[in-house]
């Protein structure tokens, strides 16, 4: 791994002009004298920054890897990126090449199947190694060894197996303060914590406090192994250039969330298992240790820094174990009491930014032993929950055609579902199915009516084949009627409705699918044919209510386009609906739930000026429905915008917004967390902040407290039932993602990420 530990200097341009006579080695070689040896010391041997010269490449080991670690530097390290000319990486990367060893590359002689039945049966390496997706956890996932290592060093290891001891494979033995003694490998260790994992692959997550010695051994766990000749030739033939056939899935005893906790999420309160919290989308917490009478004495208690910016995750806690994702599709695995880190997982992306992406992620899903994270380049990939070794990594669609991921996927059954981000990209939205053990895809529903659907007739010529509607955040299920809730957003182009004339179905709406088929069982639309930009991919919340007399099976919404609205979930039928911010554009529902649309509030080329803005009164930021209040908890933005259109043609992958908006300055973004009637909407109760955040959510518990975000970066708790300021923290940073709650050895936390920072407080 390439680390910095101070600035260095760049040589000017002129000085790096060569000779023809030099060779690429001595060109590399004086390149990174110049450059690196501060801190990789004089030929790579090491310094304040690791040795270089034996192959040990942490952050990839491939050329195409180095040489991106070079130019684009290691996020979360001290290398930083370095915009050097294409040929002198090349350069340094040879040189650096040439430092790790002067004999050549031995020959793979054995046969890859034979060393692969070796590898999981008699050598037994399978036993505590993982090769693509299968073996074992307690030593390093060795699926990329072959890309990283010659074949001579991959012999070495096995021979000798203590002589480089990876980090995070350590050998440590620890003995409790009355006499207990574990023996296995350190994942991380700090002056007060240490998190390892035993020979039976258990995590502990220990405080040194209950320990009486930590003691390194510095011996691996591995034996010692003797091969004859042919057997290690057809091992080593394996590492390098084998494939290990799917074994089945089987969850860790000590570590299974399955599907029926999931289902049952709320019965385990100090979890929070789905990205809402639970399948109903409530963001609620049962959790009752931080009343409204101790909510002032909150106190920070741990911290996380992504070496990112513009975090939006919202954390996966299952048993102890966190699971945090970052912007650039990374996702890491901490001890939730803590904060340390267990192992993290970062991903090679592609040059995405080039084709129409949101740089972020929103967090993770989980089932069985498995984490599952949808990626920036339009990949799934289901990770190992115990050690993010890579099970398997499927595309889902060509991220060169505008499509990315960056939502949590929603598990349910043995299904995981996603969708894409697409709106602006001149490309359609979908939902797909993939299967949870495998990663085979088993449908696909789009977003945008397709050829043979009467609903086509909704698009004007061929605008559906450009038609956007995105779904790009996180659905919702529906145990008792067996369906999936999807939402979709704004058609496009954004602003320009002239070129795809009609309601545009079925964008700005909410999908109710059956999850087996992907079926379509009915829609609603919200905003038929949008032209400010006004996603429906708010969280879709499921909840029952008594409405005029009847009992109802609710699907409630406040909906971006500054409308609440609450829907039968069983038919489709609108049940009841109004305005619960300030907005300028309607006059109001009719019965069927559609909007009275005021005529000249379209964007023009001039310009038209409509409440609220594009970032809506509502969006991303999750709303929470309180069992114990009974109340539907929203954070809400009081926006105005002058929108204007413009005519552009739409070219698959590239911006197509057809114009934008001008915010009203004076307006400003004024905010409010308000609690409403979920059976009419009214609002029960306005709580103002100084600035409304689109991206900042709020979380209830059933400890009468809501806890809420400004874009101010103030983080605050406030009483359910009256809205009353109970407590606010600075955290020195805008919030675009919104508060969870858990709980290890019987003591709540409440987490929340900031611009880089994921923060987590409790009682004293």
Known sequence: MLFRCIPLLMLPVGLLAQSPHETLVQRGAMLFDKSCTACHGAKAQGGRAPNLTRGEWKSGGTDNDIARNISKGIAGTQMPEFPLPAEDVKAIVTYLRSLESTSPEEAV?????????????????GNCHMFQGRGGRLGPDLTGIGAERKVSEIRKAIEDP??????????????????????????NEDTFSLQMMDAKEHLHLLNKADLKEVNQTHQSLMPKIALDVTTMADLLAFLKKGKA?????????????????????????????????????HHYSGLTQVTTANASKLQSAWSHQFGASNIETVPIVADGLMFITGPGSNMAALDAATGRKIWDYKRRLPEVHNYCTVMTNRGAGILGDRV????????????DAKSGAVIWDVEVDDYRKGFSITHAPLIVGNKVFIGVTSGECAV???????????????????????????????????????????TWMTGTYDSATDTLFWTTGNPGPDYEGTVRA??????????????ATGRMK??????????????????????????????????????????????????????????????????GLDARGHPIVIPGTDPTVEGNYVCPDALGAANFAAPSYSEMTGLFYVSVRETCATYTSVIKKPVAGQPYTGGGQREDEKQGEQGFIRALDPATGDIKWSTPIHLGSHAAGVLATAGGVVFAASKDGNFLALDAVSGKLLWHYQTGASMRSSPMSYAVGGK???????????LTFSLP
Not at 502 to 515: K, Q, R
């Open 162 to 187: 203590s002589a480089a001891l990876r980090g995070g494979y350590r050998t440590v033995e620890v003995t409790f303060n009355d006499g207990r003694k574990v023996i296995g490998v350190a994942k």
């Open 372 to 383: 599952y994270l949808a990626t920036l380049d339009a990949h799934l990939v289901a990770l």
């Open 245 to 281: 056939e799917p074994a089945a899935w089987k969850p860790a005893a000590d570590f299974n969330v399955t599907d029926a906790r999931i289902r049952n999420a709320a019965r385990e309160p100090q979890n929070w298992l789905t990205y809402w919290g639970d399948l109903n989308g």
């Open 748 to 758: 709540q936390f409440v987490a929340i990420a900031n611009d880089s920072t994921l």
């Open 502 to 515: 009609g309601a545009n179905l079925y964008s700005c709406s909410v999908l109710a699918l059956d999850p």
């Open 522 to 587: 009915w829609y609603f639309q919200y905003t038929p044919h949008d032209v400010h930009d006004w996603d429906a991919n708010e969280t879709p919340v499921l909840m029952d209510a008594v409405v005029k007399g009847q009992q109802r099976k609710l699907l409630i919404m406040a909906n971006r386009n500054a409308f609440y609205y609450a829907i039968d979930r069983i038919t489709g039928e609108f049940v009841a609906g109004k305005a619960f911010a300030k907005q300028t554009w309607a006059k």
């Open 428 to 470: 359609s939205g979908w939902v797909d199915a993939f299967d949870a053990t495998t990663g085979k895809k088993l449908w696909r529903t789009h977003s945008v009516a397709q050829p043979g659907d009467p609903n086509l007739a909704s698009w004007a010529g061929d605008s559906a084949k450009y038609g956007g509607a995105p």
């Open 109 to 125: 002689t054995g046969n890859a199947e034979t060393g692969a039945i070796a590898f999981f049966g008699s050598a037994k390496c």
